[in-house]
């Protein structure tokens, strides 16, 4: 096997076991029981695995990622409303962190606040659409505590996974 191919095989396992994280997170988190008021709030834990693959593999590798997931996770515990409603807002955080991690002047907690947050908005858009209503707006007020609340703990963990883990094994 020559240089190329090794390269693609270490890539290939390593976006596998990137996804697989993602999957693994998934499934626990729907194994926690609602403990907000607020139906829908999740702690979005697979959000980990998007904010470690910005930073360590950088944008485009956790686009990917995150609508791979997206869509497999939607295949495994959801269905076609859950996919839009997910790529939504997976999207638009990813977009949103993207754009303020290359600015450099924002840390690792608050690109994650702000994924949160737009991976709020993003959900309560499709709804707003699909609901054809915008009755449903006001809801956001109570998503945007709960965006902040789960992008900061998701942060804080990224970060301490940022940290941790040597770039070597995303080389």
Do not use: C
């Not at 609508?67 to 638009?92: D, E």
């Not at 902040?148 to 883990?165: P, V, Y």
């Amino acid at each position: 096997m020559n240089r190329n191919e090794k390269t693609n095989v270490k890539k290939t396992a390593l976006y596998g076991l990137i996804i697989a994280a993602a999957l693994v997170l998934s499934w626990i988190e729907s194994q926690i029981p609602p403990f907000f008021p607020i139906p829908g709030m999740k702690i979005g834990l697979t959000n980990i695995i998007v904010v470690l693959t910005l930073y360590k593999l950088g944008s485009s590798s956790a686009m990917a990622a995150n609508v791979l997931r997206i869509a497999l996770v939607s295949m495994l515990f959801g269905g076609i409303m859950s996919m839009l409603y997910s790529l939504a807002g997976g999207m638009l955080s990813t977009v949103v962190m993207i754009l303020l991690k290359k600015t450099g002047k924002f840390k690792t907690v608050t690109v994650s606040i702000a994924g949160g947050i737009s991976h709020n908005i993003g959900q309560i858009l499709v709804a707003m659409l699909a609901l054809n209503t915008s009755g449903i707006a006001w809801y956001l007020a109570a998503l945007w505590f709960t965006g902040m609340a789960s992008g900061t703990l998701i942060g804080i963990l990224s970060n301490e996974l940022i940290k941790r883990l040597p770039d070597k094994l995303f080389t």
